[in-house]
T-cell receptor, first 111, second 111 residues
Framework: EPEVTQTPSHQVTQMGQEVILRCVPI?????FYWYRQILGQKVEFLVS????????KSEIFDDQFSVERPDGSNFTLKIRSTKLEDSAMYFC?????????FGQGTRLTVV | DQQVKQNSPSLSVQEGRISILNCDYT??????FLWYKKYPAEGPTFLIS?????DKNEDGRFTVFLNKSAKHLSLHIVPSQPGDSAVYFC??????????FGAGTILRVKS
């Protein structure tokens, strides 16, 4: 069964460093998303991407964040200068219409 | 942001009995509702969804009921199995593909 895959599963980074989280969505899906879940909190929407552009973003998704679909199969989330409060599970998701199918997540720890 | 609320943080049910997970929402623009199941260290797994034009959707042991006038939905699992023990998230969308998640309910099915 096709699935969304994310790498790495765990990333530790120094505060102020840039990180890139990678995702391979399900191949025939058209919508791509990033969500995050800070420990003990809700799953929160970050950004949605459709037709090679951002279709919606939350207030969390500020100038430190960017997304890219560099080669038609990967979908990346870049955090330019990480802060301690960026530590969370980051989930990539993809979908064809209303349902979103999630990857296993990347645990980002900023130290 | 409390647009989607799951007021029961946890629920404990005996194997073979019915599990009923509840969710309330406040945003009348929501027109599509989903339930996800999540195991520790994994991403949310899509379970079942319902459009606002329906009041019930069934898939095997899982049934979702929607009461639009009360802005309430519920997920029924019958019969409950120990493998159903997980965190269950209610999510809603409307006017776009962004999902708004509830805080989750931990379901424990005792054998």
């Amino acid at each position: 069964e096709p699935e969304v895959t994310q790498t790495p599963s765990h990333q530790v980074t120094q505060m102020g460093q840039e990180v890139i989280l990678r995702c391979v969505p399900i191949s025939n899906h058209l919508y791509f998303y990033w969500y995050r879940q800070i420990l003990g909190q809700k799953v929160e929407f970050l950004v949605s991407f459709y037709n090679n552009e951002i279709s919606e973003k939350s207030e969390i998704f500020d100038d430190q964040f960017s997304v890219e679909r560099p080669d038609g199969s990967n979908f990346t989330l870049k955090i330019r200068s990480t802060k301690l409060e960026d530590s969370a599970m980051y989930f990539c998701a993809s979908g064809q219409t209303d349902e979103a199918f999630f990857g296993q997540g990347t645990r980002l720890t900023v130290v | 942001d409390q647009q989607v609320k799951q007021n029961s943080p946890s629920l404990s049910v005996q194997e073979g009995r019915i599990s009923i997970l509840n969710c309330d929402y406040t945003n009348s623009m929501f027109d599509y509702f989903l339930w996800y199941k999540k195991y520790p260290a994994e991403g949310p797994t899509f379970l079942i969804s319902i459009s606002s034009i329906k009041d019930k959707n069934e898939d095997g042991r899982f049934t979702v009921f929607l009461n639009k006038s009360a802005k309430h939905l519920s997920l029924h699992i019958v019969p409950s199995q120990p493998g159903d023990s997980a965190v269950y998230f209610c999510a809603a969308s409307g006017g776009g593909n962004k999902l708004v998640f509830g805080a989750g309910t931990i379901l424990r099915v005792k054998s």
